[in-house]
């Protein structure tokens, strides 16, 4: 039984008089003995909660920052009317901060046998899944005085997807890609390895891609046009460990290195490679092989949306024998990683030959804002002390990707907004050149 609010302040009222008039046992029980059975009566007459009925149905994915529906149908199988509070619970991370109170929580009145749907609307603040806790309901009597409360279990379950916001500089990589491709009017011609066709020479070309049997043959200039490389396998290498629990701004360097993972794969799915996804610290922690082009999208969300960084060191050396077993042929090899001095040159460079040896290696990693900005701070000797501890901060990764790319790895280094359409660069850069 849970009293209300109507119950105290009636024991309040009936306080004054039998203090002012007839204070003592005789007139507190003249006040309290009719309230006692009047809050007896309503909790009988309430609605019992045990016996309701519930069934969940709406959204079960979402893609972070966009809203997801659950509704509820609760279905009153009793002879009396249901006037109640229904507290939807879901973990905290299901709504903006302070927004739980308002969101959760619904009033509703069910006449006997009828059912109500109500609706919950849930906008996740991070990602992973989201599973529905109990349903309480508190039923009011008639009178408002009492309640019958209880709990029940109705399992559902909401899984917030990567927000994938580097998507809007798909369409101009795609663009640059259709460019080398061949397939646009502009006079780039695509590079590669191979032949595609003869086409009639225009101002510009380059003069080494003549032919010259085809232009005796045919008795004006031709030139050859070549291809880009198609189905190339292309291995993105999540690091999920300790370096991607890092936060910059407000997210973590793994959302970010997902989301430029995520251009990467819609990029080269588009130009006709295959492409896989290896997440790893110390074991693998997530896979996607296999996947054709029109499903490999979701499967990479799928995929990424329970994934977190783990708090320890990451083995790079099993790293590198897990990337090679999912590798078997020469591949372009993408780890999306970390670029500090200790866990780069104690832990990467001394296995990287393994992967450089066979593949096309291509670093990526999530550079700080806060350093840029620090770095450029003047003013006062607090910023001026700041801005060297930037300095050399930044010069240390520099140091450190001119190491990797001592051993041929190309290295991408930018901050979370510019690090996907950087990384989807560097790949075009790469298949112009041939090189996968």
């Excluded at 009222?13 to 006692?36: D, E, H, K, Q, R």
């Excluded at 030139?223 to 999920?240: K, N, Y």
């Excluded at 790895?409 to 990384?423: F, K, M, Y």
Aim: aromatic share 4%.
């Amino acid at each position: 039984m849970a009293l209300t609010g109507r119950s105290a302040l009636l024991a309040a009222l009936g306080s004054i008089p039998v203090g002012v008039f007839a204070p003592g046992w005789t007139g507190m029980l003249a006040v309290n003995a009719p309230l006692a059975l009047a809050i007896l009566c309503d909790y009988a007459c309430a609605a019992p909660v045990r016996k309701l009925q519930f069934t969940r149905t709406g959204d079960t994915s979402v893609r972070l920052g966009d809203k997801a529906e659950v509704s509820l149908t609760v279905t009153n199988p009793s002879p009396r009317r249901l006037r109640a509070q229904l507290r939807d619970a879901w973990p905290p991370s299901s709504w903006p901060a302070g927004a739980e109170e308002a969101v959760s929580r619904h009033q509703l009145t069910i006449p006997a046998g009828e059912r109500n749907r109500l609706t919950t609307v849930l906008r996740p603040t991070r990602r992973g899944d989201r599973h529905a806790d109990r349903v309480t309901v508190r039923s009011y009597g008639p009178l408002g005085l009492a309640a019958r409360q209880g709990s029940h279990e109705v399992p559902w379950s909401v899984r917030a997807l990567p927000p994938f916001t580097s998507r809007k500089h798909l369409p101009s990589r795609l663009a640059r890609l259709r460019e080398l491709d061949g397939r646009t009017s502009v006079l780039t011609r695509g590079e590669g390895t191979e032949f595609d066709s003869l086409r009639a020479y225009v101002p510009g070309d380059d003069t080494r891609s003549i032919d010259w049997r085809a232009t005796a043959r045919q008795g004006n200039v031709a030139v050859r046009t070549w291809r880009p490389e198609r189905d190339r396998h292309v291995l993105i290498v999540l690091d999920t460990g300790r370096t991607s629990a890092g936060r910059v701004g407000d997210v973590p360097r793994l959302d970010a290195a997902m989301d430029a993972g995520l251009l990467l794969a819609a990029l080269a799915s588009r130009a006709g490679d295959r492409v896989d996804l290896l997440a790893y610290d110390r074991r693998v922690r997530a896979q996607v092989q296999g996947r054709s082009a029109g499903e490999l999208l979701a499967a990479l969300v799928n995929t990424m949306a329970p994934l977190e960084p783990s708090l320890v060191e990451t083995d790079a050396r099993g790293l590198t024998t897990a990337a090679l077993t999912h590798a078997p042929r020469r591949s372009l090899i993408v780890l999306l990683t970390g670029l500090d001095t200790a866990a780069t040159e104690e832990g990467l460079l001394p296995v990287l030959p393994q992967l450089t040896q066979r593949h096309t290696v291509l670093v990526a990693s999530v550079a700080d804002p806060h350093i840029q900005q620090m770095a450029a701070g003047r003013g006062d000797v607090d910023a001026v002390y700041e801005s060297a501890a930037a300095g050399q901060t930044q010069q240390q990764r520099r140091r450190t990707a001119e190491k990797l790319m001592r051993h041929g790895v190309t290295v991408v280094d930018a901050i979370p907004e510019e690090l996907a359409p950087a990384l989807a660069d560097a790949y075009l850069e790469l298949k112009a050149a041939g090189r996968l």
